[in-house]
């Protein structure tokens, strides 16, 4: 760019400068920059409409930006990437892919026990509510001595399945979260701290900034077409269809319905994510395309399904009451 203005200067100040019209010699040596229909796009407008969302957000473009440790590790990953790659999505894809090949033994594990949490959770559900139906069965006024020890015995019974079921299976209603709430939520989060702190600092990463990449002419800016967000939203959609699991016995139709509330909560979302940076939607997209991949083929060829012991199981009797 001082290049090529050291050449407009040149121009306008020699006498072959004052033979070429200023516009055309701007029109001639402006950088060109891949947009709509191929037209040259200067890099200072690029700047200047990044700095125009850091104003109206209520920061100051040219104030000293000193962020946090992590955030700063992550924008210098996305700008030394995209110095290797030369293209600024592919930077975020391959970022957000290295950061879950790095976890994924961690990874792995959560897998398994997501996967086994499907096969246990209906034993601990009727676990639980033979407990809670034997406690109501003991503690109801019309109950008689006869018919509160039998409920006693019953739920020492079922109390000692209860304990041995979870001495033995670690099993947790949650298990195989952790990954999910402590790796990939965070990287979330720190990965729009990062392009928002390079949104509102444009000039402190002028590279990055400037950068087109597939339709759009900045990775900070929101998308003009609103293609990013659907592919964002469709890719979180594809992993729930693809890899959603649900008990044998649960009812079909509430699982229906669930599946519906969560095809409505996306869709919802799409006009709220469109406002974020184009970046983010990348990576975000490139996180579910990945855990939709792996999460089908590792129930597809690695999981060996949790072993339910015939001792964890409540009796006929208590089944019939709980039914």
């Given at each position: 760019v001082e290049k090529r203005c050291s050449m407009l200067s040149l121009l306008r100040c020699s006498g072959a400068g004052r033979a070429i019209p200023t516009e055309l010699a701007r029109h001639v040596l402006a950088p060109r920059v891949r947009g709509c229909s191929g037209v040259p796009h200067a890099v200072e407008h690029v700047l200047e409409r990044a700095?125009?969302?850091?104003?109206?957000?209520?920061?100051?473009?040219?104030?000293?930006?000193?962020?946090?440790?992590?955030?700063?590790?992550?924008?210098?990953?996305?700008?030394?990437?995209?110095?290797?790659?030369?293209?600024?999505?592919?930077?975020?894809?391959?970022?957000?892919?290295?950061?879950?090949?790095?976890?994924?033994?961690?990874?792995?594990?959560?897998?398994?026990?997501?996967?086994?949490?499907?096969?246990?959770?209906?034993?601990?559900?009727?676990?639980?509510?033979?407990?809670?139906?034997?406690?109501?069965?003991?503690?109801?006024?019309?109950?008689?001595?006869?018919?509160?020890?039998?409920?006693?015995?019953?739920?020492?019974?079922?109390?000692?399945?209860?304990?041995?079921?979870?001495?033995?299976?670690?099993f947790s209603p949650l298990q195989g979260m952790g990954y999910q709430l402590t790796c990939v939520m965070p990287a979330y989060l720190l990965s729009y701290f990062a392009l928002r702190g390079v949104m509102l600092h444009p000039d402190s990463f002028r590279s990055f900034v400037v950068a087109p990449t597939l339709w759009v002419d900045s990775l900070v800016l929101s998308d003009p077409c609103g293609v990013l967000p659907v592919v964002s939203a469709l890719s979180v959609l594809a992993n729930v269809e693809v890899n959603s699991q649900h008990a044998p016995d649960q009812d079909e139709e509430a699982v229906m319905y669930m599946r519906f509330a969560i095809r409505g909560a996306m869709l919802a979302f799409v006009p709220l994510t469109a406002m974020l940076p184009s970046g983010m939607l990348v990576f975000m997209a490139t996180n579910a395309t990945y855990t939709a991949v792996v999460t089908w083929l590792f129930r597809r060829y690695r999981w060996v399904p949790a072993k339910v012991e015939s001792r964890w199981l409540k009796d006929a009797g208590a089944v019939a009451r709980d039914k």
């Open positions: 700095r125009c969302v850091s104003r109206d957000l209520g920061h100051d473009p040219s104030a000293l930006y000193e962020p946090w440790l992590p955030v700063d590790w992550c924008q210098q990953s996305f700008v030394l990437m995209q110095g290797a790659l030369g293209d600024g999505a592919l930077a975020v894809v391959a970022c957000a892919c290295l950061l879950r090949v790095a976890t994924f033994p961690w990874n792995l594990r959560a897998l398994q026990r997501q996967c086994d949490r499907i096969v246990l959770l209906p034993v601990y559900l009727g676990l639980a509510r033979g407990i809670e139906d034997a406690k109501k069965r003991r503690n109801a006024p019309s109950t008689s001595t006869h018919m509160a020890a039998q409920a006693d015995a019953e739920l020492a019974t079922l109390t000692a399945k209860y304990e041995d079921f979870i001495r033995s299976t670690m």
